[in-house]
């Protein structure tokens, strides 16, 4: 696999440290993980949904935490001891497991819900007032007409 070298990229760009890391750690992606199943689709303009196939799992053996843009999803069965049931097989995992999510900037979980064995965790993105287009006048010297540049919201 090539490598892409970002260094003519660090001269010119101030703060995309983070992306240029992660684009670094793409072909190192593991592919091993692969329980709990999941997807993830655009709900919206702004609003975002991972869905998790979490079957057996119940909400008090379910836990959402979303710190410094990663949202993590932990999973993990309660020990039922002195349980007398004897399987002739066992196709419905009982394992504990750890998913994480990388989230952009200004992505923020809404809220999450648990229906028919389905995990939902519903994001938005909210962009902050700083951030959005915004009109700058132009001052003409010894005029006192003003032009304006208008840009539409993205």
Known sequence: ??????????????GFDRLFSMLD???NVDNSQTYPPYNIERTGENAYRITMAVAGFDESELSIESRENTLSV???KAETEGEDR???HRGIAKRAFERRFQLAEHVEVKGASLKHGLLHVDLVR???EAMKPRRIDIAV???????????NAA
Do not use: C, Q, W
């Open 1 to 14: 696999m090539r490598h892409i070298d970002f260094a003519p990229l660090y001269r010119s760009t101030v």
């Open 126 to 128: 909210i962009i902050p």
């Open 74 to 76: 932990k999973g993990e």
């Open 141 to 151: 010297a010894g005029n006192n007409n003003a032009k304006a540049i208008e840009t």
């Open 25 to 27: 750690n793409v072909g």
């Open 86 to 88: 004897e399987f002739l």
